[in-house]
T-cell receptor, first 114, second 112 residues
Framework: DTAVSQTPKYLVTQMGNDKSIKCEQN?????MYWYKQDSKKFLKIMFS???????INETVPNRFSPKSPDKAHLNLHINSLELGDSAVYFC?????????????FGSGTRLTVV | GDSVTQMEGPVTLSEEAFLTINCTYT??????LFWYVQYPGEGLQLLLK?????DKGSNKGFEATYRKETTSFHLEKGSVQVSDSAVYFC???????????FGTGTRLQVFP
C-alpha cells in the first residue's frame, strides 16, 4: 500500500495549457504539502494544508491553486503553464504540527512544459 | 530566516570508503534536524533525524549528531556501498511548525 501517492508520474504539456496533479495519503496525517524541486534538485515549499485549511502559502504565482477536498487529498492545479514551471512536484504529509516528526513524500510528478 | 547549508557535490567514493557529508544550519531556537535520501527517479525518504542537542540519529549504517555549539549535523557512514549512490538532503524544522527547510542536496556516487 502506497502511503503518499501522486498522479500522474509524468506530465508533458504545451505552454498555456491548464493541468492538475493529484495527491492522496492513507497515513491518517492531518497536514499535506506541495514542494517544487528544480533542475538543480533544490526543494522549496509551495503550500501546506491542515485538515483542508490552507496554512502555508509561499511566494507562488497565483496560477498555482491548491485544493483539498478532505484531509487525505491535496491537489495542485496550474493555469496557463509556462516553461519555467517545468520541475518535479512532490506531495508530502505529516502529523499536525509534526514537521519535526519528518514528512512522508510521494514519488513525484515530473512536469515538462514545451 | 532559517536556512541549511550543505557541501556541494558530487561526492565520489570507492566502495567501502568512509563518507562524510557536511551540513550546517541557521535557526532561531532549537530546530529538529533531518537527513533525507533521494534515489534516482524516486521521492525523498527520511533517513534519520535528531530532535535535540547531542542526539545521534542513525539508520542503515548512517549516523549524524546534533551539534548545537557548531550548528552542524554532518552525515557519516563507515563503509559505503554502490547502493548508497543517491542525493542526500539535510533539513530542519522549527518547533511546532509545519515547514521543512532543505539544503541544496549533495549527490553521492559510489563506484565498485
Amino acid at each position: 500500500d502506497t502511503a503518499v501517492s501522486q498522479t500522474p508520474k509524468y506530465l508533458v504539456t504545451q505552454m498555456g495549457n491548464d493541468k492538475s496533479i493529484k495527491c492522496e495519503q492513507n497515513l491518517g496525517h492531518d497536514t499535506m504539502y506541495w514542494y517544487k524541486q528544480d533542475s538543480k534538485k533544490f526543494l522549496k515549499i509551495m503550500f501546506s494544508y491542515n485538515n483542508k485549511e490552507l496554512i502555508i502559502n509561499e511566494t507562488v504565482p497565483n496560477r498555482f491553486s491548491p485544493k483539498s477536498p478532505d484531509k487525505a487529498h491535496l491537489n495542485l492545479h496550474i493555469n496557463s503553464l509556462e516553461l519555467g514551471d517545468s520541475a518535479v512536484y512532490f506531495c508530502a504529509s505529516s502529523p499536525w504540527r509534526g514537521a519535526d516528526y519528518g514528512y512522508t513524500f510521494g514519488s513525484g510528478t515530473r512536469l515538462t512544459v514545451v | 530566516g532559517d536556512s541549511v547549508t550543505q557541501m556541494e557535490g558530487p561526492v565520489t567514493l570507492s566502495e567501502e570508503a568512509f563518507l562524510t557529508i557536511n551540513c550546517t544550519y541557521t535557526a532561531t531556537g532549537y530546530p529538529s534536524l533531518f537527513w533525507y535520501v533521494q534515489y534516482p527517479g524516486e521521492g525523498l525518504q527520511l533517513l534519520l533525524k535528531a530532535t535535540k542537542a547531542d542526539d545521534k540519529g542513525s539508520n542503515k549504517g548512517f549516523e549524524a549528531t546534533y551539534r548545537k555549539e557548531t550548528t552542524s549535523f554532518h552525515l557519516e557512514k563507515g563503509s559505503v556501498q554502490v547502493s548508497d549512490s543517491a542525493v542526500y538532503f539535510c533539513a530542519l524544522s522549527g518547533r511546532n511548525t509545519d515547514k521543512l527547510i532543505f539544503g541544496t542536496g549533495t549527490r553521492l556516487q559510489v563506484f565498485p
